[in-house]
């Protein structure tokens, strides 16, 4: 039985939490299944996402706490996803608690001023912590700068120009090295700088395992290796994930993260003009949405590439679950969105996500995401806590 904390959902109104607890059957496995439980509340009955098997006897009732402490965040109304470790690995919450209390704020804070002078900042930094883990597993090595002798992963085009944010983790890395010096991972940093990007664009938080450690090795080449591609069809994307660890409902919940960021006309022209000898275009695009993405990315124009169009048109700011309402409409930008609706294999878990509400998807994307991140950690022989994050000490 895996060792997952449950996760509690706080609510605050003007300072006064007022809630009823309730019982959840649990099912004959010792697990409770997705919305099966409720919490009373001034604002109503909310559906909560249990993500542990409890320690209960098969056939008792589970007894959900809500936690006590609440959190103020931008309305009186608040929304806490914690989601502790569960992998076997020795990563831990609150690691840096006495070594270096202030990290997480001072990442926070680095990402609040990135993103008050571009907003976009976020996608490019949950992106990068997606990146850095398909290689060579969550070691930070993404944000190594090239050397004269080794052209890096971030100087891929996979990584590059998609990835943005490396100035905001190295100002994050410089002020922490300045409070507590040889003490953060970068690697931990990436982790927290994704995390909180979610948080300001979809509302997400969770707890970050950390205790990495910091990789000494970067390879432009190994990112396709690696990295699956947009032009991969849903076996092949189920295949790729499946060999990093992750399960085919997790790789659907992290897609969710394509509700926001654009895409340079290189990655979707194959599914317009070369989908394959039969069709040119992908015959489960609906034909508008075709002709729409034709009119700003004709076939053949100089720099045709600087051609941008976003994502999830809906909601293109905002990290929620409307990205798989665009699949159902056949309105996935990518051959590697679309064909999540049209595989047999994943169709399900699209339309699931369809009809739930979006702060279950929330709760399933924070659970992926720290999930994927306690995959194929170093230890400590294998690497370092680097002085500066672009370069190995």
Same mark, same amino acid.
């Given at each position: 039985?895996?060792?997952?904390?449950?996760?509690?959902? +706080?609510?605050?109104?003007?300072? /006064?939490?007022? +809630?009823?607890?309730?019982?959840?059957?649990?099912?004959?496995?010792?697990?409770?299944?997705?919305? $099966?439980?409720?919490?009373?509340?001034?604002?109503?009955?909310?559906? #909560?996402?249990?993500?542990?098997?409890?320690?209960?006897?098969?056939?008792?009732?589970?007894?959900?706490?809500?936690?006590?402490?609440?959190?103020?965040?931008?309305?009186?109304?608040?929304?806490?996803?914690?989601?502790?470790?569960?992998?076997?690995?020795?990563?831990?919450?609150?690691?840096?608690? &006495? &070594?270096?209390?202030?990290?997480?704020?001072? +990442?926070?804070?680095?990402?609040?001023? *990135?993103? $008050?002078?571009?907003?976009? #900042?976020?996608?490019?930094?949950?992106?990068?912590?997606?990146?850095?883990?398909?290689?060579?597993?969550?070691?930070?090595?993404?944000?190594?700068?090239?050397?004269?002798?080794?052209?890096?992963?971030?100087?891929?085009?996979?990584?590059?120009?998609?990835?943005?944010?490396?100035?905001? #983790?190295?100002?994050?890395?410089?002020?922490?090295?300045?409070?507590?010096?040889?003490?953060?991972?970068?690697?931990?940093?990436?982790?927290?700088?994704?995390?909180?990007?979610?948080?300001?664009?979809?509302? #997400?938080?969770?707890?970050?395992?950390?205790?990495?450690?910091?990789?000494?090795?970067?390879?432009?080449?190994? +990112?396709?290796?690696?990295?699956?591609?947009?032009?991969?069809? *849903?076996?092949?994307?189920?295949?790729?994930?499946?060999?990093?660890?992750?399960?085919?409902?997790?790789?659907?919940?992290?897609?969710?993260?394509?509700?926001?960021?654009?895409?340079?006309?290189?990655?979707?022209?194959?599914?317009?003009?070369?989908?394959?000898?039969?069709?040119? /275009?992908?015959?489960?695009?609906?034909?508008?949405?075709?002709?729409?993405?034709?009119?700003?990315?004709?076939?053949?124009?100089?720099?045709?590439?600087?051609?941008?169009?976003?994502?999830?048109?809906?909601?293109?700011?905002?990290?929620?679950?409307?990205?798989?309402?665009?699949?159902?409409?056949?309105?996935?930008?990518?051959?590697?969105?679309?064909?999540?609706?049209?595989?047999?294999?994943?169709?399900?878990?699209?339309?699931?996500?369809?009809? /739930?509400?979006?702060?279950?998807?929330?709760?399933?994307?924070?659970?992926?995401?720290?999930?994927?991140?306690?995959?194929?950690?170093?230890? *400590?022989?294998?690497?370092?806590?680097?002085?500066?994050?672009?370069?190995?000490?």
């Amino acid at each position: 039985m895996l060792l997952i904390d449950v996760c509690s959902l +706080v609510y605050k109104e003007l300072n /006064q939490l007022s +809630v009823s607890f309730t019982y959840c059957s649990m099912q004959s496995d010792g697990s409770i299944p997705f919305g $099966s439980c409720q919490i009373n509340t001034t604002l109503g009955k909310l559906i #909560i996402l249990n993500l542990r098997p409890l320690p209960c006897m098969m056939g008792y009732k589970a007894f959900i706490k809500v936690e006590s402490e609440c959190y103020k965040w931008l309305s009186s109304l608040v929304l806490i996803l914690l989601v502790l470790p569960w992998t076997s690995t020795s990563l831990k919450v609150d690691f840096y608690k &006495t &070594t270096c209390p202030s990290a997480e704020a001072i +990442v926070r804070r680095a990402i609040n001023k *990135a993103v $008050s002078l571009n907003p976009g #900042i976020v996608v490019g930094l949950i992106r990068m912590h997606f990146h850095d883990y398909f290689v060579r597993g969550c070691d930070g090595s993404v944000l190594l700068e090239s050397t004269p002798s080794n052209p890096s992963e971030r100087e891929h085009p996979a990584d590059n120009p998609s990835l943005r944010g490396f100035e905001v #983790i190295n100002e994050a890395k410089a002020q922490i090295e300045a409070e507590c010096p040889h003490t953060v991972l970068c690697v931990d940093i990436l982790a927290f700088a994704a995390r909180d990007s979610a948080s300001k664009v979809g509302g #997400i938080n969770y707890a970050v395992p950390i205790e990495r450690i910091d990789g000494r090795v970067s390879i432009s080449n190994e +990112v396709a290796q690696n990295l699956p591609p947009p032009t991969f069809n *849903a076996q092949q994307l189920i295949n790729s994930f499946k060999r990093k660890g992750l399960s085919v409902d997790e790789m659907v919940t992290l897609f969710g993260a394509h509700s926001i960021g654009v895409s340079h006309y290189s990655s979707f022209s194959n599914h317009l003009y070369s989908f394959n000898a039969m069709f040119p /275009q992908d015959p489960s695009m609906d034909p508008k949405f075709g002709t729409l993405l034709k009119t700003k990315c004709p076939p053949c124009s100089n720099d045709i590439d600087d051609n941008i169009v976003a994502l999830d048109a809906s909601t293109p700011n905002r990290l929620d679950n409307n990205y798989y309402r665009g699949l159902k409409n056949h309105r996935g930008l990518l051959t590697s969105d679309q064909t999540l609706l049209t595989s047999p294999s994943t169709k399900p878990m699209v339309l699931s996500n369809v009809k /739930q509400a979006s702060s279950i998807w929330a709760l399933k994307f924070a659970k992926a995401m720290v999930h994927m991140g306690s995959i194929d950690v170093l230890t *400590a022989s294998q690497g370092e806590i680097r002085k500066s994050c672009s370069v190995v000490n």
